[in-house]
C-alpha cells in the first residue's frame, strides 16, 4: 500500500492478474486499491510480518509473492526480528503454500559502492557488502535478510528472486531523499561527498512494470539471481536538488562536503 507497493498492484491489475494485499491496516488504504477491492478484483488481508496466521492465510492459493514489507526499529535486534526473520517467516509460509516464485526487494543499499568496487562497475552478480557491521542497520538489515533467504533457497528450495531498487524517484515519496545527502533541515542537504557523481536513480513505474515482469516470466533461471533496478539517469545529487528547488519554488540548497571532512565532525560529536 506504500509508494512502490500501490504502482505494483496497479501494474499486476491492468495485466488482469489477481491481486492479494497484505498490510497492517485497511482505513489508510489508497483510493485506487479500495475501487479494486470494491470491484472484486484485489483481496484486501489485514497482517503483518509478526503475525505468521495472517501469512498463511494471505498466501493460499498464491502464485508468486512480492515481499514489499520493510520491518525496521531503530536498534538491530529490532531490525533482525521484523526486516530479517519477518522475511524469512513470508518465505517459509511461501514454501509450505507452494510458491511458485518469491520475489524479496532488497535495495542497492546492501551493496559495497565505494569508489574502489572492482572493475568501476556494479552489476546484478556483485554480492552484498562484505562488511555489514560497518554499514548503518537498514543496510545491515537487507544484507542479514538477502543471506537469510538466499541460504532456504539453496536448502530448501525457495523459489527466490532478489530485487535491489536504486534511489527510487517519483511522485509520493519523500523530497528529503537520504540518498542525495544528509538533510539536516528540509530545505538544506549536506553532501555525502562533493555531489558531483551521478546517483543510481529509478523511476518508481520502471520499478513496477520490473515486478510485473518478473511475476510474468516463465522460466526458472532468474531463481536464487539479484537484480539491481536502476537505470542509468546522468543527474548529480547537486543537479537533482537544483531541479527540485525550481519545480518546487522553494529555496532548496546543496551543501557538498568531503566525506573525510563529515566523518571527522561526526567523529568529533562522539568524543564530546
Known sequence: ?????????????????????????????????????????????????????????????????????????????KVERSMVQGSVDVARAAIAHGVSRFVYVSSVAALYTGADVEGGEIDDSTATDPRPELRPIYSRGKIAAEQA????????????????????????????????????????????????????????????????????Y???DLHGQALNLCARPKITPTEYVNELGRVTGR???????ALWLSQAMEIGKWIV
Open 149 to 216: 533467504l538466499l541460504e532456504l533457497h539453496r536448502k530448501e528450495g525457495l523459489p527466490l528472486v532478489i530485487t535491489r531498487p536504486g534511489i527510487v524517484l517519483g511522485a509520493g515519496t519523500a523530497m528529503q531523499h537520504s540518498g542525495y545527502g544528509l538533510w539536516t533541515r528540509d530545505n538544506h542537504c549536506i553532501g555525502w561527498g562533493h555531489g558531483d557523481k551521478a546517483i543510481p536513480g529509478v523511476w518508481v513505474d520502471d520499478v513496477a512494470d520490473a515486478f510485473k515482469r518478473i511475476v510474468e
Open 251 to 257: 529555496a532548496l540548497h546543496f551543501h557538498p562536503r
Open 218 to 220: 516463465k522460466g526458472n
Open 1 to 77: 500500500t506504500g509508494f512502490i507497493g500501490r504502482r505494483t498492484a496497479d501494474k499486476l491489475l491492468d495485466a488482469g492478474h489477481p491481486v492479494t494485499i497484505v498490510a497492517r491496516r485497511s482505513h489508510s488504504l489508497p483510493p485506487e486499491i479500495v475501487a479494486a477491492a470494491q470491484e472484486g478484483r484485489l483481496r484486501f488481508q489485514r497482517g503483518s510480518l509478526e503475525d505468521p496466521n495472517a501469512l498463511h492465510a494471505a498466501l493460499e492459493g498464491a502464485s508468486t509473492v512480492i515481499q514489499l514489507a520493510t520491518g525496521g526499529g531503530d536498534t538491530w535486534e
